[in-house]
């Protein structure tokens, strides 16, 4: 019996009255492969874990904890061990308020600020710990949304999978902001980034796989930004709802995956709870079907790296939902726990 282990962040006290964590940590999962059932096999407590990311080797685990700049946000480095429970091993401050995403790249770690609109890098040693901050990125500006976009609000970093560009999206100012490696520096690149419709509110990034087209979920709007490279350089081509018509609430897109075999996208929009599902036919997508996930508060889900599974979490009802990912795109809901409380989270491992 064939089994896939991931992990889960969650939000563990109170940020804001729309987060009131109960969670515990970051938990170890195992997924069924054969019946889609869940295991949780260990937990590691720490502070609003509310992103994760995972060393390209698997060894090393790292978390943001979530707090405002007042309560000392921090990143953390943990060691994975052979049962797949997690060792601290370092962490460093964080300058910054809310820190909401982050990737490991190139012996670095890279740090979204949402609230302080900035982000930072972190390199790493040889044994996988988290060095000094060398670099705060800080972004600027704002646009036309004057609750939500008064200032900038970085809360991505997506990697491009052929030439290593970092792309951060940045909500507060309707941009993808761009860097790029100059010998060893990440240094920011003007000229490469990509302008979003105004009051869309960039949230998150996928690629295809050669980096020829990208796709960005707009939080404020719901709207899907489909980008093309042309020499280099990313542009909007086109735009597609994610909500259907008859959605009235104010749109909360949380989430974009793109499916391994590069086929289909899938969107996630808080409120409505549901996740959108699109084939992707070259530069077009064509819409597949609106899947109500049964749960309330859809922040963040994953696809596992068979294309198999789709695993979601629900903030506010404590559900980990398990669907099945059928030929044609659709899902099929075949578990469901409550054992992992205010799940935000999912990291699989590679």
């Known amino acids: 019996m064939a089994f896939l282990t991931f992990f889960i962040g969650s939000y563990t006290q109170f940020l804001s009255p729309e987060i009131v964590g109960s969670g515990d940590g970051i938990s170890t999962v195992q997924l069924n492969e054969e019946t889609g059932e869940l295991s949780v096999l260990h937990t590691k407590k720490t502070i609003n874990p509310s992103y994760l990311a995972i060393s390209e080797d698997n060894k090393y685990l790292y978390c943001n904890t979530e707090v405002v700049e007042e309560e000392n946000p921090v990143v953390q480095a943990y060691r994975i061990n052979d049962d797949f429970s997690l060792e601290f091993m370092n962490e460093q401050p964080i300058k910054g308020g809310c820190p909401c995403h982050l990737e490991v790249l190139n012996n670095r770690v890279l740090v979204a600020c949402y609230i302080s609109g900035n982000m930072l890098e972190y390199p790493l040693d040889k044994s996988g710990n988290l060095k000094e901050c060398t670099k705060n990125h800080q972004h600027s500006g704002s646009s036309i949304n004057l609750e939500r976009q008064e200032a900038p609000h970085a809360h991505h970093v997506a990697t491009h999978p052929i030439n290593g560009d970092v792309y951060v999206c940045d909500l507060g100012i309707d941009r993808v902001k761009a860097y790029e490696f100059v010998e060893v520096k990440l240094v920011p690149n003007l000229n490469k980034d990509i302008a979003i419709a105004k009051g869309g509110g960039p949230r998150h990034l996928v690629f295809d796989h050669d980096g020829g087209l990208g796709y ?126 205010t799940p935000v989270c999912i990291a699989f491992l590679k």
């Open 216 to 341: 960005v979920i707009n939080e404020l709007t719901s709207a899907i930004s489909v980008l093309k490279n042309n020499a280099g350089i990313f542009e909007q081509i086109g735009a597609y709802e994610s909500l259907p018509e008859s959605y009235k609430d104010t749109p909360s897109a949380s989430a974009i995956r793109i499916h391994p075999n590069g086929e289909f996208l899938y969107v996630a929009n808080r409120k409505f709870d549901a996740i959108t599902i699109f084939k992707i036919d070259g530069q077009v997508l064509e819409l597949i079907d609106h899947k109500k996930t049964g749960g309330k508060e859809i922040r963040e889900f994953n696809v596992s790296p068979s294309g198999k599974w789709l695993v979601a979490c629900h903030q506010n009802s404590n559900d980990t939902s398990v669907f099945n990912i059928q030929d044609n795109g659709k899902l099929t809901e075949v578990y469901r726990t409550q054992e992992v409380k």
